[in-house]
């Protein structure tokens, strides 16, 4: 790290940005949160909050909205903020990205979105992670876990889960190790598992019984739009999950250990000590 300026990061409450801020206050390292409900007001979709919330920033870890349309917002950020002197940016992106078969609007978009920072004239580090564990514990999967169905259009297709602190472990490494410029990373946990056997391993460790329920995509949508997501958001969601129910997802990927020098936790190991908190007790 060459700067004394504070890092920046947006999505600084969100799962990864507070698992990054956590490194950073860890280590002494001044950083500034942007969101809606910050001192400094940042939101995506106000362009006026962009100038006031990068002022000062050399560095800054970007967890960007869902969807096609934040996405886009994302790339014109990044090429805002560099030409107003931010000189190095971490992604987060979403693994696969690029790869053949991803033919979905979110994944063209987080396409866009990753030759935008390349071609923002800052540094870069793209880290792309495989699906957080942590969103059976703390985002919407967790409701469904709590309901005893995880109701989802991700066929009998497996997934290499990961757990979300060896992602925050990995941004802070990019953050503040600048060998790491220039770089992509993918990221999984150590095996993949299908929703029905994530099923199996979090009713052994909750104590309840939690089944996987295979829903269609289109149905997967009216559900996620019944609970208050846009149509876009539901869609990008629905295509996130098709990749594993067409069985692309089934893979390990090797960037904790590149980038950390250590192999990623195991999904077992998290729900059980996930489950040891009392989240799940409710």
């Known amino acids: ?37 910050s001192e400094q007001r940042f939101d995506w979709y106000d362009e006026s909050t962009w100038s006031p919330t990068i002022a000062g920033i050399d560095t800054a870890y970007l967890a960007p909205p ?17 030409a107003e002197g931010l000189r190095r940016v971490v992604l987060l992106s979403g693994r696969g990205v690029g790869s053949p078969g991803r033919d979905f609007a979110v994944y063209e978009s987080s396409v866009e979105l990753e030759n935008s920072v390349r071609a923002s004239g800052a540094d870069w580090t793209i880290v792309r992670p495989a ?52 770089e992509t990373y993918s990221l999984s946990g150590p095996r993949t598992l299908t929703l029905a056997e994530v099923a199996a391993e979090l009713s052994t460790v909750t104590g309840r019984q939690v089944k996987y329920v295979d829903l269609e995509p289109e149905e997967f949508v009216a559900e996620l739009v019944s609970y208050g997501q846009t149509l876009e958001d539901a869609e990008s969601v629905r295509d996130l999950f098709a990749v594993i129910r067409h069985h692309r997802s089934e893979y390990v990927s090797e960037g904790v250990q590149e980038v950390l020098g250590r192999a990623p936790r195991d999904f077992a190991d998290w729900a059980r000590e996930t489950a040891k908190t009392g989240v799940w007790s409710v």
């Open 66 to 82: 869902v969807g096609p349309t934040g996405l886009a917002q994302a790339g014109r950020f990044i090429q805002q903020a560099a």
């Open 131 to 182: 699906w957080f564990a942590q969103n059976f514990s703390e985002d919407f999967l967790f409701d469904y876990v709590l309901g005893g169905e995880i109701r989802l259009a991700a066929g009998d297709g497996g997934e290499a889960w990961i757990d979300t602190n060896d992602v925050g472990d990995v941004m802070a490494a990019a953050l503040l190790d600048e060998r790491h410029t220039g």
């Open 1 to 37: 790290m060459t700067t004394t300026n504070p890092f920046l990061i947006i999505g600084g409450k969100g799962k990864t940005g507070r698992r990054v801020a956590e490194q950073l206050d860890a280590r002494g390292v001044p950083y500034r949160l942007a969101s809606r409900s």
